[in-house]
Every structure is written in structure tokens, then in C-alpha cells.
């Protein structure tokens, strides 16, 4: 099927599918409970905007450039499209009006990398090499997962209504890259993670590139369909992953307590069966990290990740093997952790400075743990992320600007310490569907409540699954005092009580 017919069946019909989806420009949609209002994904745009991008990777640009007409008639206010036009009125000798169609993107998000890209591949078609470099480093800078995008999540009827026309070309992988572009641009993480998953599947030689998807996904709070991703992108032939992204896809396999699913994820994504164990361990799953042990235990018995791991599971019989240790970091973590609880902070200290710790990322696992063994004064590097929840835990100003950090991490930045009001305003928009499920992002949330008054969504008052984080649980107890809700406070000082470690923690704890 071409895309002028695929785009005459379909759009008919998608018109059916999204009648009465809310006022112009608006939508209402609730996920996961909880209400959610957004700017209409608009069946007809999209349907241009994948017409555009098939033709253009076909090689006809002038019907590339039409589809793209009719697709900013229906969304002008799409950088995506715009950027996309850009080029293509560029290589159709039209350089002024693909120079105008860049500096309306640019007006729309003044940091959307792809707009630079175009303005880059501009200047290369008349052969300006300044402004073709300029623009190529700028696009390399911005981090599409780190940038302030247009924030608003699309209607789920439409979202459904755009899949079906993605589904049209659903062997096509240029049709699985707009719809990954469109969905991300709307923050409608569920319908980017399956257009990921998708065209990982169909060129899963991409797959080093398509976990950056999986950092985003994780950076903005959304962990589910983080380990999802991973998970799939780690099962794929296909050059190797990031430590980080192996570390979410075992996550995503000890999460269905299937340990042969785990072992193959190990042995794809080359994680040792004793650091898994230690991660199912902290992740709460007892069985799950025994049996993993009994496996790593029969293959090389050993192992020293297996005597820490096995320590860490309460078998205090086994024991370690001569010669240097090395650990990786969910059990150095783990059992440094437990060090620290059986034996005290200067057992822990004199451990920590005989075994290095190996760098955790932003791991959403670890770095919580790290940065408690940090306030308990042993020696552990934290990444930036770490860094900036250890200064909210003791409360205190973070070192730098904010920049380095990922979009959860940098909204608890700008909660504490506000540096651009209108960039906490964007960012908070986008991540408001990990308020009350994220612990970082509800403490950011609660934070900027009490400051200035900004509404918190989010079933921030079920404490249960916040337990164990006191991050979480003293903004919680802050913002439960400040509305009047006694009992909720009294259980957040409760639960904060058993994990104080800073001062500060302590008389949060101790406050009604």
C-alpha cells in the first residue's frame, strides 16, 4: 500500500475512532487512575507526517514536502514537522524557506536538537561550513533525553488512532521511528516504548542506539516500561548495551521470577548470576536471588560475588576464597549495606576502603543505597543524581548548575534550589505522571507544593510503597503537616524513623 492510499483508508476511519475526544487542542485521559490533561495527538497530522517520512526515505521528496504541508496544516506547532520539512525544502533548492521552517521550530523549543540537525544539513546543501559545523556541534550537545520538550501527554483514543496508522507500514522501519518520535515528543511514554520494542525488532542492529530510549524512560521516572525496553533490547542479537541498560532488563526478568529468564538475560547482557542475586535481593525477591545463587554456586563455586552475595542472604557458613576480591556493585552495595547494619559504619569504612566500589550510573536501584552508605560516611562515588539526593536528604545547596543531571534528578534540583522557574514549570508538567510511583519525582513534587503553592497530583498518600526511601517519606511528612492530614504525617515520621541518617531526617522524624 503507498501512502496517499494508506493515508485515504485510514484517516476515515480514524475520524470515527477519535470523535468526541475532548475540546480542540485539549484532551482528557486517565492512566493509571490518575487524570490526566494534554494536547491532542491529531490523527490527520500524523497521518501526513508518516506519508512525509516514507516518501522521503523513498527518495521523493516532493511528495515528501506536500505530505509535510498538509501535516503542519493540521499541527503547526510541531517542531518535529517543521525540522523534518527544514530538510527536505533544503534539498529541493528552497534554502530561505527551509532556513524559516528551522527558526520556527526553534521558536517552538529553542534546545530540540533536530532543528540544529536540519539547520546543519541547510547550510551543507549550500555549502556553508561555518554554520554547518556550529549547528552539527550544537545538535551533539543536546541530549534529546535531557532536553525541555513540549510536555503534554495525547489522549489515548488518539494515541490508539495513531498506532493503527503506524500499523499500515508495521514492517517498516521509518514508520516505527516517527511514531517513536512523535509519542516521545508528547511524553506518551507507553506508546514509546512499544514503537522502541517494535523497531528493535525489526533492526536490532540498533539496538545500542535505541537504549538511549531506555535511559529516558528511566530518567523521567517511568522504571516499568524502562526494565520493559531493556529487557527486549538485551534478548536481541545485536551489538552490546550499556551496563544500565543490562542492569533494568534483569531487573525486568527477576520481576517475573522466572530464573531461566534471568540467567538468559545475564548471559546476554554478560551480568554475573552473584550480581543478580544481589539485585533480586534488594529488588525484595529472596527466592528469586537464592536460586540464582545455587546456579552461580554449581557453575564457579569459587566466585567470590557468590561468598558476598551468599553473606548478604543471611548464609553467614560460606566462606570467601584467597586472593583479591572484586565485587560488582549491587553486591558490593548489598553487602556493605549489611556491614553497615551488623557490624557498624567503621566496619563498613575499613571494607569499603579495601574493595573499591565499580561506578553505578544512575542506576535507580543503587543510587538510593549509595547515597545512604555516603551519609554514613563510608566511601562511595556518587554520580551526579546521587549527589543532588544527598544534598536534599541533609539540606543543603548541591554543587553546580543542574545541567548534568537527568530530568528527575534536575526537577528535585530546581525544587530545592530554583534557578529557571519556567524550565521546573516544563519539566514538572512532563514527569507528573511519576508523581506519587517515583520517589525522586514525588520529593521534587511535594518540594515545589510547599514552596510556591503548585498543585501535587499523584497518589502521593500511599506511603506503603514509599517505605525504606526517605527522600520520599520526609516530603511526604513535610507537605502532610502543611495540609493538615495529622495521620499521614504521623505515619511518614513513623516509617522516616527507622531510615533517618541526616539530622535533618531525624527532626522530620520526630515532628507531628
Known amino acids: 500500500m503507498n501512502p496517499s492510499r494508506a493515508r485515504a483508508v485510514l484517516v476515515p476511519a480514524l475520524a470515527v475512532v477519535l470523535a468526541g475526544c475532548g475540546h480542540a487542542g485539549r484532551t482528557t485521559r486517565v492512566v493509571d487512575d490518575r487524570v490526566l490533561v494534554g494536547r491532542v495527538i491529531d490523527a490527520d497530522a500524523y497521518a501526513a507526517f508518516l506519508e512525509g517520512v516514507l516518501a522521503e526515505e523513498s527518495g521523493d521528496l516532493s511528495a515528501s514536502r506536500r505530505a509535510y504541508d498538509r501535516a503542519l496544516a493540521s499541527d503547526d506547532q510541531d517542531p518535529e514537522i517543521l525540522s523534518r520539512r527544514a530538510e527536505v525544502r533544503c534539498r529541493l533548492g528552497d534554502n530561505a524557506g527551509g532556513i524559516e521552517d528551522v527558526q520556527r521550530a526553534l521558536a517552538l523549543d529553542g534546545h530540540y536538537a533536530p532543528a540544529f540537525l536540519a539547520r546543519a544539513r541547510c547550510a551543507a546543501v549550500v555549502r556553508d561550513g561555518r554554520v554547518r559545523d556550529d549547528a552539527e556541534a550544537t545538535a551533539r550537545r543536546l541530549d534529546p533525553a535531557n532536553v525541555t520538550l513540549q510536555t503534554d501527554a495525547a489522549a489515548r483514543g488518539e494515541e490508539d488512532g495513531v498506532r493503527a496508522v503506524t500499523l ?57 516500561l524502562a526494565r520493559r525496553l531493556a529487557l527486549s533490547l538485551v534478548l536481541l542479537e545485536g551489538p552490546r548495551v550499556s551496563p544500565l541498560v543490562t542492569r533494568l532488563a534483569v531487573d525486568r526478568a527477576i520481576g517475573t521470577g522466572d530464573t531461566a529468564l534471568v540467567r538468559r538475560a545475564c548471559v546476554r547482557g554478560h551480568v554475573p548470576l552473584a550480581e543478580a542475586a544481589s539485585r533480586a535481593w534488594l529488588l525484595g525477591d529472596a527466592a528469586t536471588a537464592r536460586g540464582l545463587l545455587a546456579l552461580a554456586a554449581a557453575a564457579d563455586p569459587d566466585d567470590p560475588g557468590i561468598f558476598a552475595a551468599r553473606l548478604v542472604a543471611g548464609d553467614a557458613t560460606w566462606r570467601p576464597p584467597s586472593g583479591t576480591v572484586r565485587l560488582g556493585p549491587a553486591t558490593w552495595l548489598a553487602l556493605t549495606r549489611e556491614i553497615t547494619l551488623r557490624a557498624g559504619g567503621e566496619a563498613a569504612r575499613a571494607f569499603a576502603r579495601g574493595v573499591p566500589c565499580e561506578e553505578i550510573e544512575d542506576d535507580p536501584v543503587l543510587v538510593p543505597i549509595a547515597v545512604d552508605l555516603a551519609l554514613r560516611g563510608v566511601d562511595v562515588a556518587l554520580p551526579p543524581s546521587g549527589e543532588v539526593i544527598r544534598a536534599a536528604r541533609a539540606g543543603v545547596e548541591p554543587v553546580g548548575d543542574g545541567s548534568n543531571l537527568g530530568a528527575r534528578h534536575r526537577l528535585l534540583f530546581l525544587s530545592l534550589f530554583p534557578r529557571r522557574i519556567a524550565e521546573a514549570d516544563l519539566l514538572a508538567a512532563r514527569l507528573d505522571g511519576a508523581a506519587g510511583r517515583d520517589a525522586v519525582v514525588t520529593a521534587a513534587m511535594l518540594t515545589r507544593a510547599g514552596r510556591d503553592g503548585a498543585p501535587m497530583t499523584g497518589p502521593w498518600r500511599e506511603i506503603g510503597r514509599f517505605v525504606g526511601d526517605p527522600l520520599a517519606l520526609g516530603a511526604i511528612a513535610a507537605q502532610a503537616r502543611r495540609s493538615g492530614d495529622h495521620d499521614l504525617a504521623r505515619r511518614a515520621a513513623d516509617a522516616l524513623r527507622r531510615v533517618a541518617v541526616t539530622e535533618r531526617e531525624r527532626e522530620a522524624s520526630l515532628s507531628r
Open 168 to 224: 499500515a507500514f508495521e514492517d517498516r522501519a521509518a514508520a516505527w521511528e516517527a511514531m517513536l518520535t512523535w509519542s516521545a515528543r508528547r511524553a506518551s511514554f507507553d506508546a514509546m516504548c512499544r514503537a522502541a520494542e517494535r523497531l528493535a525488532a525489526i533492526a536490532p542492529g540498533r539496538r545500542r542506539e535505541l537504549s538511549r530510549w531506555v535511559e529516558e524512560l528511566s530518567g523521567v521516572g517511568e522504571l516499568d
